[in-house]
């Protein structure tokens, strides 16, 4: 079709039909919209529409998933066979698939109880960034006060561009992303990425002090370590190739906090299931998704239900900051949510 190509070849040299690709291309022909609505349509088919219901359990009618806890060397469980922790949620086509998940009967309710922004939390108790701590401790919008910082100007006049941008970096910082990597994420100039990018470090100097500190440390003893003590070892750290050592340094950064969110929410799981079990309760708790826990409730144990797992979440791992869970209620998963 004579089509311009704005992307990367592939590695035999090929004209790739990746996303960005294809991202590329929807501004000159249609053709790359039509394909990319077709690639989410029929993953979601094959995936889960066609799978899961193959995979009901003939005893119990339902699907069981397994967790693993050794896959993932943040420490975080994985769900395998089926995966239902990357059961869509961005898109408006994958959240249907949620509203496949019901309770077992009508007189149970969803509840799903969920830790808001644990990792930029986190990142305010590891770094003790005064800034960031005393947005948190006010109960700001972290991204609008971060972009107020970065863009020196008031809350009140900070754009949905500014605020968009400002999460980029939070969100970036966590996983070691510089200029080059937000420049790409955000569709700007490498310069204003790098501009942006300074001015978040002065406006908030614990979280480089933090990162510099962490690569120091695991340097010296070859290892990080979580809130809990729990050791991640990075043999790479002093590797002689740049590109290595470089992903072993994100690493060392991102392995506390990563890490201690999952202890957080792992001590909170055991918790509640040894407070279900005592108090005698019918509630079960039936999945887990990184940060968010979903339960099956008989609707007459709701209210103390919802209520005391609030309360074990936000307790499970003590910070110097006020840790904050959200929970909601319904007839399926994506009502819940």
């Given at each position: ?275 279900l079990n005592q108090e005698k309760l019918k509630t079960r708790m039936i999945l887990q998704v990184h940060d968010e826990l979903l339960f099956d409730v008989p609707n007459n144990e709701l209210q103390l239900v919802q209520t005391e797992i609030k309360t074990l979440m936000e307790n499970a791992l003590p910070l110097s900051i006020p840790v904050v869970v959200e ?11």
């Open positions: 079709m004579k089509l311009p190509f704005e992307g990367k070849k592939t590695s035999t040299g090929q004209l790739s039909t990746n996303e960005d690709a294809l991202l590329a291309l929807e501004k000159h022909h249609p053709i790359a919209a039509k394909i990319l609505d077709y690639r989410e349509l029929a993953k979601l088919k094959s995936t889960y529409v066609d799978a899961l219901p193959e995979m009901i359990n003939k005893k119990t009618g339902r699907v069981h998933t397994t967790f693993r806890q050794h896959i993932a060397a943040t420490g975080r469980l994985a769900s395998d066979n089926p995966n239902l922790q990357n059961i869509p949620i961005r898109t408006d086509r994958g959240k249907k698939i949620r509203e496949a998940f019901v309770p077992r009967d009508e007189n149970h309710i969803l509840l799903s109880a969920d830790y808001s922004q644990i990792e930029l939390r986190l990142v305010a108790e590891l770094s003790g960034d005064e800034n960031m701590i005393e947005a948190f401790k006010n109960k700001l919008d972290i991204h609008t006060a971060t972009a107020a910082k970065v863009f020196n100007v008031d809350e009140k006049d900070v754009t949905k561009e500014m605020r968009y941008k400002a999460k980029s970096v939070n969100f970036g910082i966590i996983y070691g992303q510089g200029a080059f990597g937000l420049a790409e994420n955000l569709g700007i100039s490498r310069g204003e990425a790098k501009t942006i990018i300074d001015n978040y470090k002065k406006q908030f100097p614990g979280i480089q002090k933090y990162m510099d500190d962490t690569i120091s440390f695991a340097k010296t003893n070859g290892y990080v370590e979580t809130l809990m003590g729990r050791k991640r070892w990075l043999k790479d750290i002093t590797s002689a190739n740049f590109t290595v050592r470089g992903f072993a340094e994100r690493n060392a950064i991102n392995a506390p906090i990563q890490g201690s969110a999952a202890d957080m929410i792992k001590v909170a799981m055991i918790q509640i299931h040894n407070w929970s909601g209620i319904g007839n399926n998963w994506l009502e819940a949510h």
